[in-house]
């Protein structure tokens, strides 16, 4: 193997994410295939030829977020190669992602429906209870779909009011915890007698920890009882947009989803210390602390 081809592989055993490792390495084999049809080495790229290739995008009609998601990989990728001292700088640093739209199209729902959704989930069966509290948490808390599906007990603190969990890009952040979605957490383990490991199993005899795309049937089904479509990250959009019309601080809300920058959050937003913002959520649900 090259020196190359270690740094790559030690690129992508760094990525421990299903999806984003295809949908990386996928990217990375598109632009080096481009590369040798031109007679390029991936070490000899200059900012001219990512621009070469955005622009051969283009003129194949790929959308906008696609060349993004593309040049993404290809400067990602490049600033581990520089790390490694293959290169001495970023071919793609300087290059430009192509503009979105401002605001993202992902469907989300407003107060009513949101407190629709939960009054019309049974409660009454261990997978029923599982699947409401499911729903709970994203809307308190607006997390990541693979977020929520390896939430364990032991993360959240002894006092029930924090939570250290991984996030995108690998990072551990700390998080507040509504109290009321504590006590709905508390309750549904007392119901289902958890007292340690996974939060959410998949069964009552399967230890294992529910799947991103369980969690996304999940919160579609939900939807789908009361008449609206609506996925996981549609939620994690509702949760900002409900919240900052009832006053939350964006900054708040910045650090409660886990964006690195507040113009992301401000980007999920329709409208326009670690806190707890998701406690507003009691009000539009419906629900109120348990004793």
Known sequence: MTALDDSLAAYWASIDRPNTLRSYRGNWERWVAWLDGRAISPLEVKPINVKEYLATMVGVGSAKATRGRALTTIRSVYSALVVDGLLAANPAREVKNPKVSAKPRTPWIDDEAARKMVESMPSGTWREARDRICVLIVLFMGLRRWEVAKLCVEEFSKNGTRLKTEVKGGKVETFGVPP??????????????????????????????????????????????????????????????????????????????????????????RDGSVGAPGEGMAAVLGLVEKG
């Open 180 to 269: 009321t979605l504590m006590q709905e957490i508390l309750a549904w383990r007392e119901f289902a007698c958890i007292s340690s490991g996974v939060l959410l199993p998949r069964s009552p005899v399967d230890p294992r920890p529910v799947s991103p795309r369980m969690v996304y049937s999940i919160v579609r089904d939900a939807g789908k009882r009361v008449g609206v479509k609506v996925a996981p990250h549609g939620l994690r959009r509702s949760f900002i947009t409900i919240l900052r019309r009832r006053g939350a601080d964006i900054r708040d809300l910045q650090k409660a989803v886990g964006h690195e920058s507040v113009t992301t959050t401000e980007r999920y937003d």
